[in-house]
């Protein structure tokens, strides 16, 4: 199947390897076809587009470069019968490809496809499918003719529509997973685009999420500062309300019991309360301020080392113990690093030495 990329430096090809697409007036009419998204676009405007000053046989150049595009793009079409992807259609000519033949058209669908994901409650897979499709640029769009009249619209467009993607894929991400998987790309992207208040609200809400409070403070300032020096200023709305809501700790922006999934932790699996499963005589917990270890399938994880300091009749969730204090990560509704793991260990210990066993454990 042909495919043609946009996404980057202009190319085509299919299952046989890469279609040869000339010389540069070659490549130019390819994309100017392109960027009219299947309309006819008429030779008088190829010319224009073409040419500053067109001369006498830039009409047979435009028919010669039609006609070689037509070989590099449809190489098995039997000679003397019509084409079917790039078109003669008066006043010029139109290409006629399928929405899956070009990556920008299959990206744009995927963000579409990711806004009905997010409205259905399905964020991990608007994450997922968010991620595959920003994978699909490998440089700006029509990078080669971006700077062009006739391309530099459809680039700016579809550059817009990237952003918005990785804005999305972090929102998505943090609906559906840690709240720290997005932080790196969020970093990297307000680095980028440092006037984009959307990437800066992100930012800063998944390290307050990640129980970076003060890095979330941190990141507002920055992005008080970038504002005031580059336009003049102030924060909009929605980064004045993000910053009082982190400073009153406001409970809104605490993801609700079960919106995180569990994640490995490298020694063992780290997640929320909701739907701890009963084993033994353990209780199923559903507040959000406990702290749960999960053991690797072997038993033999952190969480399995804290059983056996509180007493094997604590399996699965006993006695409920609050984060924070003596018995819990303080501040960490969810254990996510070895650093904490170790300190859930100690805090079993704490707690079956003063005869207190109340470390919420989930096996398997």
Same mark, same amino acid.
């Given at each position: 199947?042909?495919?043609?990329?946009?996404?980057?430096?202009?190319?085509?090809?299919?299952?046989?390897?890469?279609?040869?697409?000339?010389?540069?007036?070659?490549?130019?009419?390819?994309?100017?076809?392109?960027?009219?998204?299947?309309?006819?676009?008429?030779?008088?405007?190829?010319?224009?587009?073409?040419?500053?000053?067109?001369?006498?046989?830039?009409?047979?150049?435009?028919?010669?470069?039609?006609?070689?595009?037509?070989? #590099? &793009?449809?190489?098995? /079409?039997?000679? !003397?019968?019509?084409? %079917?992807?790039?078109?003669?259609?008066? +006043? =010029?000519?139109? $290409?006629?490809?399928?929405?899956?033949?070009?990556d920008a058209w299959r990206f744009e669908e995927?963000?579409?496809?990711?806004?009905?994901?997010?409205?259905?409650?399905?964020?991990?897979?608007?994450?997922?499918l968010l991620g595959d499709a920003l994978m699909?640029?490998?440089?700006?769009?029509?990078?080669?003719?971006?700077?062009?009249?006739?391309?530099?619209?459809?680039?700016?467009?579809?550059?817009?529509?990237?952003?918005?993607?990785?804005?999305?894929?972090?929102?998505?991400?943090?609906?559906?997973?840690?709240?720290?998987?997005?932080?790196?790309?969020?970093?990297?992207?307000?680095?980028?685009?440092?006037?984009?208040?959307?990437?800066?609200?992100?930012?800063?809400?998944?390290?307050?999420?990640?129980?970076?409070?003060?890095? #979330? &403070?941190?990141?507002? /300032?920055?992005? !008080?500062?970038?504002? %005031?020096?580059?336009?003049?200023?102030? +924060? =909009?709305?929605? $980064?004045?309300?993000?910053?009082?809501?982190?400073?009153?700790?406001?409970?809104?922006?605490?993801?609700?019991?079960?919106?995180?999934?569990?994640?490995?932790?490298?020694?063992?699996?780290?997640?929320?309360?909701?739907?701890?499963?009963?084993?033994?005589?353990?209780?199923?917990?559903?507040?959000?301020?406990?702290?749960?270890?999960?053991?690797?399938?072997?038993?033999?994880?952190?969480?399995?080392?804290?059983?056996?300091?509180?007493?094997?009749?604590?399996?699965?969730?006993?006695?409920?113990?609050?984060?924070?204090?003596?018995?819990?990560?303080?501040?960490?509704?969810?254990?996510?690093?070895?650093?904490?793991?170790?300190?859930?260990?100690?805090?079993?210990?704490?707690?079956?030495?003063?005869?207190?066993?109340?470390? #919420? &454990?989930?096996?398997?």
């Amino acid at each position: 199947m042909l495919r043609i990329g946009v996404l980057g430096p202009l190319e085509a090809g299919d299952e046989r390897g890469p279609a040869d697409l000339k010389g540069p007036r070659h490549r130019a009419v390819l994309a100017r076809l392109l960027v009219a998204r299947g309309r006819v676009v008429p030779v008088a405007r190829l010319i224009d587009d073409l040419w500053e000053s067109p001369g006498e046989g830039a009409l047979g150049a435009v028919q010669t470069f039609v006609g070689a595009l037509r070989k #590099a &793009l449809e190489p098995g /079409r039997p000679p !003397r019968t019509p084409a %079917r992807l790039l078109v003669t259609a008066a +006043p =010029g000519y139109a $290409l006629r490809a399928t929405p899956e033949t070009v990556d920008a058209w299959r990206f744009e669908e995927a963000v579409t496809t990711s806004t009905r994901l997010l409205s259905a409650g399905e964020p991990g897979q608007a994450c997922r499918l968010l991620g595959d499709a920003l994978m699909l640029w490998r440089g700006p769009a029509y990078a080669e003719f971006a700077e062009l009249p006739w391309a530099r619209g459809e680039a700016a467009r579809l550059e817009e529509l990237r952003l918005l993607a990785v804005e999305r894929r972090a929102e998505a991400a943090m609906a559906s997973g840690p709240a720290a998987e997005p932080v790196p790309d969020l970093e990297a992207h307000v680095a980028s685009h440092p006037l984009r208040e959307d990437g800066w609200r992100l930012l800063a809400l998944a390290l307050y999420r990640t129980g970076r409070q003060g890095d #979330a &403070l941190a990141t507002l /300032r920055r992005a !008080r500062r970038v504002l %005031r020096d580059e336009l003049g200023v102030d +924060p =909009g709305p929605g $980064l004045r309300t993000l910053e009082s809501d982190i400073l009153a700790q406001a409970p809104h922006l605490t993801p609700p019991p079960g919106s995180l999934q569990h994640h490995h932790t490298g020694e063992g699996w780290a997640g929320p309360t909701t739907g701890c499963p009963r084993t033994g005589r353990g209780t199923t917990s559903h507040r959000e301020d406990l702290v749960v270890a999960c053991d690797s399938p072997t038993g033999d994880g952190p969480a399995g080392r804290a059983r056996e300091s509180v007493g094997e009749g604590s399996a699965g969730c006993p006695d409920e113990v609050p984060a924070g204090g003596d018995h819990g990560v303080a501040g960490h509704p969810f254990v996510g690093r070895t650093r904490e793991l170790a300190e859930l260990e100690r805090a079993a210990e704490t707690a079956a030495a003063a005869g207190r066993p109340g470390l #919420a &454990l989930v096996s398997g």
